[in-house]
Every structure is written in C-alpha cells, then in structure tokens.
C-alpha cells in the first residue's frame, strides 16, 4: 500500500495542475517508484486522490509499457527490438538473456532477480542493440558485453 509521504506527494501534484487528473502519469510513478509496480489497491487511492473512476485510471495505467501491473524482478531488463536495433543484433541479445535467464520475454526469474521484457525504441538508435536495466542505459551489446553487465550487478 502507498505511504502517507507517497499520498503526500499526489496530493501535491493534484494541486499543481489546473485539473487534478492531469497529474495522473507522475502519480503513477509516485506508486511504482514506491512498490515496483502498480498495485490494485494503490491505484484506487491514485482515483480518490485525482477524483477519477478507478476503471480509468487502470486503463490509462495499462496503456504505456513503463507501468507494471504486476510484480516484477529486483531488475528490469528492457531490450530493444525495433528495426534500428533488430539490424545490429537485438536478437541475438535477446536469446543469449532468454537463455542466461532461463526465461522467456515477459516472465521474471524464480529468485524474483530479473524480469525481461522487450520494448520499441529507446531513442538511442545510433547506439544499438540497446537495452535499459531499470534506469541505466547499455548500449553497443554484444553477449559478452552482456555477461559483463549481469555479472557485475550487485
Ligand atoms: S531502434 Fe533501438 S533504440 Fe531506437
């Protein structure tokens, strides 16, 4: 469940905006920063704090692919599959994880460590295969390059 601080937080990106459901996308991450996704009971605290339907705010939530409705891993793996990145081997990043991982795109390891996802552009296409580790951008990936990345999380 959100934290009062969190509560705190929406209630003062509601009096920012001249209609208080303008503020729900920065609600949203108030709640994912705090629980690592998006709880059903939280997202009807961000309702009664934006005077909205619960049903739009869930719908609104499960329309961008940077809020997790789910839980997901302590690390979010994020690979770029679209046609910049897919042409200098996004693929091959993609199955050498799927195979490090044991997992296939869209599930979280049994330890709850890594979930993998695949995404359109990151916006660094010069830079591919490209892929966004919760917040850290990696770019020029090999499989080696990959390992080196993994190995080294804490
Ligand atoms: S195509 Fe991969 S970052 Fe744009």
Redesign the pocket.
Known sequence: MVSQAGIDEIRRLAASFPRRESALLPALWVIQREEGYLPEESLRVVARELSMEPSDVTSRASFYTMFALRPRGQYVIQV???????LVG?QQVIDHLRGRLGIEVGETTHDERFTLLTV??????G????MQINEDYFEHLTVERVDEILDGLP
Not at 120 to 125: F, G, K, N, V
């Open positions: 770029c599959q679209s046609i910049s990145c897919a996004a359109e552009c990151l916006a660094s296409c830079s591919g295969p490209v």
